[in-house]
C-alpha cells in the first residue's frame, strides 16, 4: 500500500535554531501533501497544503515566515521551522493523497519537535 | 476549515465488548473518513464514507452517516486490547482538506 515516509521521527533543538522536517511519499506522486501540528491529547490542525512546483497555502493563525514549506518534487516536501522557540514544540506529521479511492489519506508517523 | 466534535471524549470498556463513538460537523463534506492514532505516532486509516452513502463495514468496523444531522458513529465489534488507541473522524471537503474531529480515546481492558 501507499507509504509516506517522515523524518525525523524525534528532534530537540535550541531555541533560535532551525529544524527541518521530510515527508516522502515513497510509492506514489503527491502533488499535494499537508502539514498538520498536534499539541498533546488533541486533535490535528491543519497548517498548510503543501503544493508541488509553487508556493504552498497557509491556513488562517499559522505564519508562513516561521513554517516554511517546500514541495520541490512529486515525492518529497520539507516543512522548516525557522527560529524555533519553546512554544513550538509539538507533534508534527504530514500527509498524502495517494488516490486510492476509499484508502483515506496516508500520514507519515509523525515528527516530535522539542526545542529547548 | 471546520473542525469536528466527537463524543464520548474518552471510553474505557472490557475486552469483548462494542465501542460505539460519535462525530459532528457543521459544514457539507465531500467523504468522512476515520482514523486511529496510536500514542505517539501517525495516523492509520480505517473507513472512508462518502456523502451519498449512509452505513459501511469493514471487518469489525461499522460506520454510519446522517448527512441531514451532520453526524457520524463508529462502532468496533468485538473489541481486543490492541484497539485501544485514539480515534479521530476527518471531514474532506471539496478542497481535499482534512478536517478532524476532536478524537475519542478508547481503552480496552483486558
Known amino acids: 500500500g501507499a507509504v509516506v515516509s517522515q523524518h525525523p521521527s524525534r528532534v530537540i533543538c535550541k531555541s533560535g535554531t532551525s529544524v527541518k522536517i521530510e515527508c516522502r511519499s515513497l510509492d506514489f506522486q503527491a502533488t499535494t501533501m499537508f502539514w498538520y501540528r498536534q499539541f498533546p491529547k488533541q486533535s490535528l490542525m491543519l497548517m498548510a497544503t503543501?503544493?508541488?512546483?509553487?508556493?504552498?497555502?497557509?491556513e488562517q493563525g499559522v505564519e508562513k515566515d516561521k513554517f516554511l514549506i517546500n514541495h520541490a518534487s512529486l515525492t518529497l516536501s520539507t516543512l522548516t521551522v525557522t527560529s524555533a522557540h519553546p512554544e513550538d514544540s509539538s507533534f508534527y506529521i504530514c500527509?498524502?493523497?495517494?488516490?486510492?479511492?476509499?484508502?483515506?489519506?496516508?500520514f507519515g508517523s509523525g515528527t516530535r519537535l522539542t526545542v529547548v | 476549515s471546520q473542525q469536528g466534535e466527537e463524543d464520548p471524549q474518552a471510553l474505557s470498556i472490557q475486552e469483548g465488548e462494542n465501542a460505539t463513538m460519535n462525530c459532528s460537523y457543521k459544514?457539507?463534506?465531500?467523504?468522512l473518513q476515520w482514523y486511529r492514532q496510536n500514542s505517539g505516532r501517525g495516523l492509520v486509516h480505517l473507513i472512508l464514507?462518502?456523502?451519498?452513502?449512509r452505513e459501511k463495514h469493514s471487518g469489525r468496523l461499522r460506520v454510519t452517516l446522517d448527512t441531514s444531522k451532520k453526524s457520524s458513529s463508529l462502532l468496533i465489534t468485538a473489541s481486543r486490547a490492541a484497539d485501544t488507541a485514539s480515534y479521530f473522524c476527518a471531514m474532506r471537503s471539496n478542497d481535499y482538506k482534512l478536517s478532524f474531529g476532536a478524537g475519542t480515546t478508547v481503552t480496552v481492558r483486558a
Open positions: 503543501s503544493n508541488e512546483g509553487s508556493k504552498a497555502t497557509y
Open positions: 500527509s498524502a493523497d495517494a488516490g486510492t479511492g476509499d484508502y483515506g489519506y496516508t
Open positions: 459544514t457539507s463534506i465531500n467523504n
Open positions: 464514507i462518502r456523502s451519498n452513502e
